[in-house]
């Protein structure tokens, strides 16, 4: 039924939010802004490193000046920290390499910078993601349908072929406007009961139920 599974990264492949955190907290700093815990951080991820930051900082310096500076930072810091993620959610490279072997043809999709979604590919699944995309100046992010499709074609899948696996509501809903299968996971950042409510087709419990569910 399927020929190709498009993972999302933060969330759905690693945890990259202990990383995020050190980068996103010491451009607070520099700046004089309030810190921010886990918690807060989570509710700020999914649309991209500017919403990131935005949605970080305080509301009364949100000028499109001040977010390009205080982004610029991050950015920086985010460079030295980010590939202090080096294991996925246990079970998950395992199941991604049977996966593989199975015959499906693997890509990864996220709103993070190409470069580091490019890096951490590399480090946590080196022998099985054969395409990965970021974020990069002059293409829209998830979830917008035309990066997708385009991963999609250079996976040599058409849409209605391709399960796209996410843990939260934009992943849900790029996969719907794609018109790719829409898989929920419930290990990563945002509860199944929100998947299922913006179109999840289901939400997986484990790593282990993705051999289990594509067969």
Not at 98 to 118: F, P
């Amino acid at each position: 039924m399927y020929k190709a599974l498009i993972f999302d990264l933060d969330g759905t492949i690693a945890d990259t939010l202990p990383a995020i955190l050190v980068a996103l907290n010491a451009t607070m700093r520099r700046f004089g802004y309030p810190e921010h815990d886990i918690p807060a951080l989570r509710s700020f991820i999914n649309n991209g490193a500017r919403k990131l930051i935005t949605r970080a900082m305080p509301e009364v310096q949100r000028t499109e000046a001040q977010i390009d500076a205080v982004l610029a930072d991050y950015d920086a810091a985010y460079t030295e920290t980010y590939l202090q993620t080096d294991t996925t959610y246990p079970g998950l490279d395992a199941a991604i390499a049977e996966l593989h072997a199975r015959g499906y043809r693997i890509g990864v999709l996220s709103n993070k910078q190409d470069y580091m979604v490019k890096g951490l590919c590399a480090q946590l699944l080196p022998h099985t993601v054969e395409i990965a995309y970021g974020q990069r100046p002059g293409y829209p992010t998830k979830p917008d349908p035309t990066v997708p499709l385009a991963l999609a074609a250079e996976l040599g899948a058409k849409p209605h072929e391709v399960a796209f696996i996410g843990d939260s509501d934009v992943d849900i809903k790029t996969a719907i406007a794609a018109g790719f299968a829409p898989i929920g996971v419930a290990w990563g950042y945002r509860p199944a009961e929100l998947l299922l409510e913006v179109g999840a087709q289901t939400v997986l419990p484990s790593p282990d139920a993705l051999t289990e569910y594509f067969h």
